[in-house]
C-alpha cells in the first residue's frame, strides 16, 4: 500500500513513551523543523495521556506556524502492541503496556484505543500507528547504525525490551501488526514472572529493571558493593545507571549482575540470529549506553551458542541514533504508507 502523492510536506511525529511525549516536525529530507516534550504521567489514565498527545500537536503546530492541512500526516509512534493494521494501541490483563498500569483495575479483558482514528477525525489529515521500538528500528535502518544493510534486527534495552525486525529493507510486522515483541521472548520457562503474565521473558531477565532488582536483592541479602556507597541507605534507590558506574569502577558484584543480564540478552540474540540470519543486531535505549559492558559478553554468547554460519554473518552493534529515532521512524513510516 505505497503511497501515490511524493509529499514535500512535513510529517509531525509523536514518541508516546511511558515518561514522556516527544513531539516534532520532521521535513522530506528527515531534519527536525520544530520539537517538544511533555510528561506523559500515565498515572492519570488514558484520556489525560491523549489530551497531552493532542495539546503537544497543537503546540508544534503553533510553534511551526502551520496548519494541519500542511502537513503530508502525523505519525505516532506508541510503546506497546500496537494494532498497526487496525490503528489501535491494545491492552489487555495478559499483555500489559504502558497503559495498562491505570487499566487494569478499571477495565477486565481486552481493550483497544483506537488513537490513529482519533487523531484522523481531530485533525483532518492522514494518521497512522506504530510501535516506538519498530519505528527506531526503521530511523536505524535508514538514517543511522544500519546504513546500507538490508536485513537487521533492532533492540531497545531499557525499562523494558522492546524490537523491529528489518527484513529484505522492509519492516516486518507481522499478521496482526505487532510483530518483534522481543523483550517478550521466552528465555527460561520457569524463571521469574514478567509484567506480561508469562514466566522468564528476556525483558524480566536482561532489561534494566532486570539489572536494578537483581543487585537489590544481591545487597539485600548482606553482599558488598560500591553501590550501598553510591545509594547510601536504601537500596531500592539502586538503579540500572548506577549498577554501571558502579561496574566501571570495578565493582564485583555490579559487573556480576551486568555480565549475566548481558548474557541472557545474548540468549536471546542466539535465537534472532539463528532464525533471521541478519547481518545486524542494532542495541540502543538506556542500557545500550554501557557499550562493551553490555554488548562484550551478549556477542560471546552468540558466537558460542548460534549457528556458525549465521553467528559468522551478524555484527552486533550499539545504535547511532540517539532519542530522536522514534520520531524520524515514525515520519519514515508515515511516508511509506
Ligand atoms: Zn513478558
Not at 516527544?22 to 489530551?51: K, W, Y
Not at 497543537?58 to 502525523?74: E, F, H, K, T, Y
Not at 533492532?154 to 527484513?167: A, E, M, Q, R, W
Amino acid at each position: 500500500m505505497q503511497k501515490t502523492k511524493n509529499s514535500k510536506l512535513p510529517v509531525l511525529a509523536i514518541d508516546l513513551g511511558g515518561t514522556k511525549i516527544a513531539a516534532a516536525l520532521i521535513s522530506p529530507d528527515n531534519r527536525v523543523m520544530a520539537r517538544e516534550h511533555s510528561p506523559t504521567l500515565v498515572a492519570e489514565g488514558f484520556q489525560a495521556v491523549i489530551g497531552r498527545v493532542f495539546a503537544a500537536i497543537d503546540r508544534i503546530l503553533s510553534q511551526a506556524n502551520v496548519d494541519p492541512a500542511g502537513l503530508d500526516s502525523i505519525a505516532v509512534a506508541a510503546a506497546g502492541a500496537i494494532d498497526t493494521n487496525k490503528g489501535l494501541i491494545t491492552s489487555s490483563p495478559n499483555l500489559p503496556g504502558w497503559l495498562c498500569v491505570p487499566l487494569r483495575n478499571m477495565v477486565k479483558g481486552w481493550l483497544d484505543i483506537p488513537l490513529r482514528n482519533m487523531v484522523k477525525k481531530r485533525y483532518g489529515v492522514d494518521s497512522c500507528l506504530l510501535n516506538d521500538a519498530n519505528a527506531a528500528a526503521l530511523a536505524e535502518h535508514r538514517l543511522g547504525a544500519g546504513r546500507g544493510t538490508n536485513n537487521l534486527i533492532y533492540l531497545t534495552v531499557s525499562t523494558g525490551i522492546g524490537g523491529g525486525i528489518i527484513v529484505n529493507n522492509e519492516l516486518y510486522s507481522g499478521t496482526s501488526g505487532c510483530a518483534g515483541e522481543i523483550g517478550h521472548m521466552t528465555i527460561d520457562a520457569s524463571g521469574p514472572e514478567c509484567s506480561c503474565g508469562n514466566r522468564g521473558c528476556l525483558e524480566v531477565l536482561a532489561s534494566g529493571t532486570a539489572v536494578a532488582n537483581e543487585a537489590k536483592r544481591r545487597i539485600k541479602e548482606g553482599e558488598r558493593s560500591r553501590l550501598t556507597d553510591i545509594v547510601p541507605g536504601d537500596p531500592e534507590g539502586i538503579t540500572a545507571e548506577k549498577v554501571a558506574t558502579a561496574a566501571r569502577e570495578g565493582d564485583r558484584l555490579a559487573m556480576d549482575v551486568i555480565s549475566r543480564a548481558a548474557g541472557y540478552l545474548g540468549v536471546g540474540m542466539v535465537n534472532l540470529v539463528n532464525i533471521f540470519n541478519p547481518e545486524m543486531i542494532i542495541v540502543g535505549g538506556g542500557l545500550s549506553k554501557m557499550g562493551e559492558l553490555l554488548l562484550g559478553p551478549a556477542r560471546q554468547v552468540v558466537k558460542q551458542r548460534a549457528v556458525p554460519l549465521c553467528a559468522g554473518a551478524v555484527r552486533i552493534v550499539t545504535a547511532g541514533l540517539g532519542d530522536d529515532a522514534g520520531l524520524l521512524g515514525a515520519a519514515i513510516y508515515a511516508r511509506q504508507f
